[in-house]
């Protein structure tokens, strides 16, 4: 049975005190995400009531928080990404490629989200794009869209980036798309040690121009042969990269990336029981297979909170990206030329006038259409329902 519990309600809960425990080591920017969480689609946001058209039923629709980090409000935000994102799938089969920095890296970037972050971004991407483009392997220019996660499956601190790339590429000529194998596109090992090159000189390049902060039990590296130590293990290390079987079609992919895309550290289905003992979720141990991977942990309402805010992303970073064939403002032109070369038709421009504009959800007595016949501003409650409709109403939270 899916539990009602929210994220939400753990804020609201047990946020005021944790503000007030740590109210020197929190940012502005976190305690705004604690309370666009804690008010969304509450009376704070304001909101209207709807009625139908037909049987008279009506319901109260509150506004949405829209915050990125929030867990209820990014299935919509999915919805429209992937609406915007289907028209780029080529018919072509799809992999998924997973970037992941060592624990030691992974410490340094905890202290140093923007550029770390980034750094992740640029390397791995460069890393697929300058391998995929030896004619010892594949020989081509290929697309990537890149998800940046930062946790494990418990709430830790863990970054790694997500890929979908397309099965193959453009030659280097632009005479001819050339296609991967069915079950293999690049090999693992060779891009592991170049994504290490990579990564680990533009991070001691970052560390001389002074642009690294080193704070609590990493304040030791600040001094630079304490900085070559701690990485000195990780230089030898095989940096993991993994390449999952490619997608059964363009579904699959879609799929994936609605689940991936938009996701935050903790969804509230994943939540079981608030209560004095803590917060109880379920999560996956990766040490473990079949049946018994599925654990649930319970965590002090603190430390829930303290897991949840470490995975708030620096105001405007971007966490998704495109690289290659589908880079920027050059994305349409080269998704045309891809679909020439493998002989199928370009994607028509979408006409927005064609789009619907009534999005709401139909009245749930008899199916008809909702209509807003009132509309309320924050802090505000709506009123009665008006004269000569039927009190059937329900409010939508």
């Known amino acids: 049975m899916r539990t009602s519990l929210e994220v939400a309600d753990i ?26 969480i804690e008010h969304c689609r509450t009376a704070v946001m304001g909101g209207h009531t709807e009625a139908c058209t037909e049987c008279g039923h009506w319901r109260v629709a509150y506004n949405s928080c829209r915050n990125r980090h929030c867990p209820r409000c990014q299935g919509a935000a999915a ?26 890296v992974a410490d340094i970037a905890f202290h140093n989200k923007p550029l770390v972050y980034d750094l992740l971004f640029k390397a791995a991407s460069e890393t697929m794009l300058t391998i995929a483009a030896d004619p010892k392997h ?7 869209t890149a998800v940046l996660h930062t946790w494990g499956s418990a709430l830790t601190h863990h970054p790694h980036v997500h890929m979908i790339v397309p099965g193959g590429g453009i030659a280097r000529d632009g005479t001819r798309w050339i296609s991967s ?6 090999p693992v090992k060779v891009l592991g040690k170049l994504f290490r090159r990579l990564f680990l000189t533009r991070l001691m390049a970052l560390r001389e121009a002074g ?94 909170i303290r897991r949840f805010l470490l995975h708030v992303l620096p105001k405007g970073f971007h966490r998704i990206r495109h690289y290659g064939l589908l880079a920027g403002a050059t994305r349409k032109a080269q998704l045309d030329q891809a679909r020439r070369l493998l002989g199928v038709a370009s994607q028509p421009d979408t006409d927005p006038l064609d789009e ?7 009245c749930p007595c008899c199916g ?9 501003e924050r802090w505000r409650q709506p009123r009665a329902p008006p004269h000569g409709i039927a009190a059937t109403g329900t409010t939508t939270s």
């Open 181 to 186: 194998r069915p079950a293999f596109l690049l």
């Open 211 to 304: 642009r690294l902060g080193f704070y609590g039990r990493l304040a030791h590296l600040a001094d630079r042969r304490a900085f070559l130590r701690h990485l000195s293990p990780v230089r030898k290390k095989n940096w993991v990269v993994y390449a999952k079987p490619p997608f059964a079609g363009p579904e699959a992919v879609l799929a994936y990336l609605s689940r991936y895309t938009h996701r935050v550290a903790i969804s509230n289905s994943r939540l079981l029981r608030f209560d004095d003992t803590g917060v109880t979720f379920h999560y996956k141990d990766y040490r473990r297979d079949g049946a018994d991977r599925q654990q649930t942990m319970t965590l002090a309402a603190d430390e829930f």
């Open 356 to 362: 619907p504009t009534d999005v709401r959800p139909p």
């Open 79 to 104: 919805r429209t990404w992937l609406a915007e994102r289907e028209a780029d799938l080529l018919p072509v089969g799809y992999f998924h490629v997973v970037f992941t920095l060592p624990a030691e």
């Open 11 to 36: 804020f609201r809960s047990a946020g005021p005190a944790y503000r007030a425990a740590h109210a020197r080591h929190l940012s502005l920017h976190q305690l705004k995400i604690m309370s666009a």
């Open 368 to 376: 008809g259409q909702m209509v807003i016949i009132e509309t309320f």
């Open 138 to 144: 594949l020989g081509a220019r290929i697309g990537i």
